[in-house]
């Protein structure tokens, strides 16, 4: 006749199982700290916003520096859209209609730059509008826990048709 196991084994047992699809699909995600630069054909943005956008989750949005750099903390580990704007840098006005306001619920890293439009005319660079927009942006990334660098390389179109403002 065989033995039934103890109640302790039976006990470490239960608590494995439920360990090992926590272990499969992670344990609460966590958030990243990002940081990089941002280039358009090769040469640093010199203005601009980038805003990742997190599915179920809260998106971040920061501000391009003069130098392309850029770093957001708290962003929801896993995989994020990346949008890229510079129409706020435009000195010229034109703005992107909606595209470059934030997501429901969050706010812009800046409402524009507070420089001179002789400023503004140095550091606006156009991009595509396809980087902008959360539908059509091709950028992708996978944010995970803790610190990590990711350089955005943004290229021109090869649609004949975009043409720059």
């Not at 599915?55 to 957001?72: L, M, R, V």
Request: charged share 20%.
């Amino acid at each position: 006749m065989g033995r039934s196991p103890s109640p302790g084994l039976r006990r470490w047992c239960a608590f494995l199982a439920l360990l090992v699809p926590l272990g499969t699909i992670g344990c609460g995600g966590g958030t990243g700290t990002l940081s990089g630069k941002v280039y358009y054909d090769g040469k640093p943005l010199k203005g601009g916003n980038m805003t990742f956008i997190c599915t179920g989750k809260p998106s971040i949005s920061t501000k391009i520096n003069e130098d392309g750099s850029y770093q957001t903390e708290g962003i929801s580990a896993g995989p994020v859209k990346i949008c890229v704007e510079t129409e706020s840098w435009n000195p010229r006005g034109k703005t992107m209609g909606g595209m470059n306001k934030p997501p429901p619920g969050q706010t812009s890293p800046a409402t524009g730059p507070k420089s001179s439009g002789a400023e503004m005319l140095k550091r606006y660079v156009w991009i595509p509008p396809i980087y902008a927009d959360p539908d059509q942006t091709p950028l992708t990334y996978t944010v995970t826990r803790g610190n990590q660098t990711h350089d955005v390389k943004l290229e021109p179109l090869a649609n004949p048709g975009e043409k720059k403002p």
